[in-house]
């Protein structure tokens, strides 16, 4: 069993660019979770999925997107990536959205330049 | 606002010394309260997961307590080991998932 995989591990993008950060879960959880990590800062929620079809804006959505096309897969798009998007970004999913566990992925360092 | 605030910031200790990590709240309503461990590189891995109604759960070598009247947890680490080098993170919830706070980490170096 995998749990959580995400991919690339690290990208180093042009500011301007499009980027899909890519994210998938075998344990057929219905949460999905995105969330970035900075420096002295905790864990931010960009958006969210309590289910299949369905997305929700977390605490830091703007320059973001996501689809939840399937319960296994939910990528983040970024749509002209700026500088301050910099940041390692973590997948999480947690088998309901209620008070559960999250299980996070490996995370993708992304570098906008 | 919601915050979460952890201390010590960092913190080196020798290697099968204990140490005891702190997490303050103002998270209202509160829901649950979590440590979770993150290695250098690695996403994070839950601990603990903790309720209104308990004030303490522990994982092996880590014991984790809760006051939710003075909004407070600990966790502490016995007999350390060069692996429990690593950021832990408490995170409080106030009901939903979208509705995390997460504190920034006390990173912890465990030297022989």
């Known amino acids: 069993i995998a749990g959580i995989t995400q991919a690339p591990t690290s990208q180093i993008l042009a500011a301007g660019r499009r980027m899909t950060l890519r994210c998938t879960q075998d344990m057929r959880h219905n949460a999905m979770y995105w969330y970035r990590q900075d420096l002295g800062l905790g864990l931010r929620l960009i958006h969210y999925s309590n289910t299949a079809g369905t997305t929700g804006k977390g605490e830091v959505p703007d320059g973001y997107s996501v689809s939840r096309a399937n319960t296994d897969d939910f990528p983040l798009t970024l749509a002209s990536a700026v500088p301050s998007q910099t940041s390692v970004y973590f997948c999480?999913?947690?088998?309901?959205?209620?008070?559960?566990?999250?299980?996070f992925g490996p995370g993708t360092r992304l570098t906008v330049t | 606002k919601n915050q979460v605030e952890q201390s010590p910031q960092s913190l080196i200790i020798l290697e099968g010394k204990n140490c005891t990590l702190q997490?303050?709240?103002?998270?209202?309503?509160?829901?649950?309260l979590r440590w979770y461990k993150q290695d250098t590189g690695r996403g994070p891995v839950s601990l603990t997961i903790?309720?209104?109604?308990?004030n303490t759960k522990s994982n092996g070598r880590y014991t984790a307590t809760l006051d939710a009247d003075t909004k407070q947890s600990s966790l502490h680490i016995t007999a350390s080991q060069l692996s429990d080098s690593a950021s832990y993170i408490c995170?409080?919830?106030?009901?939903?998932?979208?509705?995390?706070?997460f504190g920034i980490g006390t990173k912890l170096q465990v030297i022989p």
């Open positions: 903790m309720t209104f109604s308990e």
């Open positions: 999480a999913s947690s088998y309901t959205a209620g008070d559960y566990e999250q299980y």
């Open positions: 997490c303050n709240y103002t998270v209202s309503p509160f829901s649950n």
């Open positions: 995170v409080v919830s106030d009901g939903g998932y979208q509705k995390v706070t």
